[in-house]
């Protein structure tokens, strides 16, 4: 059964804090993303990483960085958390030559 | 304008009831037209998958893509409770440097209620 698991479901933080969100698959996908989803928003990519160490930003990597020194593992963080990034983020990876992206359950963060 | 365009919703029917989710894109070079179901509190999961024009069934669901239009739905027919979710629809454009990014759509939130 293929498993995208993410650190933490619900996570609080004040602001200037840096925080950081792990995403680990047992797939051996080459390719992570990291989004953030917004009610009426949709989802929105980050970050994505398509091998280990190499990353791309997507449409909002504002105040965002992102780790990538193994293949199963891809870290999202915040360099110093603001309450506009209180929101869910998920995580997802893909297998060279497929279209499904498999989902992590997500992470609720908040930032007051 | 968003790339890709969803009937925000939400929308909430009868059990039983035919349902109709729909997305507007702008991006022409799109291929790949996926609808994602996720539930509360769980990441999206792929439910249907077309490339290019066309109709596709997989049981109570339908997926339609018409490129021409530039416009895809998403149909359940006699819907049930547990179907109740949010509907994503994503799209691919395949290209060689996509790395399989997708442009989702903003969802719309569905409630089948008994």
């Known amino acids: 059964d293929v498993k995208v698991t993410q650190s933490s479901r619900y996570l609080v933080k004040r602001t200037g804090e840096k925080v950081f969100l792990e995403c680990v698959q047992d797939?051996?996908?080459?390719?992570m993303f990291w989004y953030r989803q917004d009610p009426g928003l949709g989802l929105r990519l980050i970050y994505f990483?398509?091998?280990?160490?190499?990353?791309e930003k997507g449409d909002i990597p504002e105040g965002y960085s992102v780790s990538r020194e193994k293949k199963e593992r891809f870290s999202l963080i915040l360099e110093s958390a603001s309450t506009n990034q209180t929101s869910m983020y998920l995580c997802?990876?893909?297998?060279?030559?497929?279209?499904?992206?498999?989902f992590g359950p997500g992470t609720r963060l908040t930032v007051l | 304008q968003k790339e890709v365009e969803q009937d925000p919703g939400p929308l909430s029917v009868p059990e039983g009831a035919i349902v109709s989710l729909n997305c507007t894109y702008s991006?022409?070079?799109?291929?790949?037209f996926m609808w994602y179901r996720q539930y509360s509190r769980k990441g999206p999961e792929l439910l249907m998958y077309?490339?290019?024009?066309g109709n596709k069934e997989d049981g109570r669901f339908t997926a339609q893509v018409d490129k021409s239009s530039k416009y895809i739905s998403l149909f359940i027919r006699d819907s049930q409770p547990s179907d109740s979710a949010t509907y994503l629809c994503?799209?691919?454009?395949?290209?060689?440097?996509?790395?399989?990014?997708?442009?989702f759509g903003q969802g719309t939130i569905l409630t089948v209620h008994p």
């Open positions: 997802a990876s893909l297998s060279w030559g497929y279209n499904e992206q498999f």
């Open positions: 797939m051996d996908h080459e390719n």
């Open positions: 990483s398509y091998d280990v160490k190499m990353k």
């Open positions: 991006n022409s070079a799109f291929q790949y």
């Open positions: 077309t490339y290019s024009s």
């Open positions: 994503a799209m691919d454009d395949a290209g060689g440097t996509s790395y399989g990014k997708l442009t």
